[in-house]
């Protein structure tokens, strides 16, 4: 069975925990960052914004998911 195909909200949860956990280690303005940041988003088809956006609406959802807040209900 084929899994089945990432949603858009899918993919903006993806980006913005993979965004929050280089956030959190302080690394958001690094190359290293920038380069797979820049990646996933190509490949995901989002733009920054996009993900900000959803950051701010979703944050709670995506700081649980670090281990970092209590999960959504």
């Not at 920038?34 to 979703?58: I, T």
Request: without cysteine.
């Amino acid at each position: 069975m084929a899994p089945r195909p990432k949603t858009k909200e899918d993919k903006l949860f993806s980006a913005a925990v993979l965004r929050r956990s280089f956030e959190l280690r302080g690394d958001e303005h690094r190359a290293q960052f920038r380069f797979v940041y820049e990646g996933v988003l190509r490949d995901l088809g989002l733009e920054a914004s996009e993900v900000d956006a959803y950051l701010a609406a979703h944050g709670r959802e995506v700081e649980a998911a670090l281990g970092r807040g209590p999960k959504a209900g």
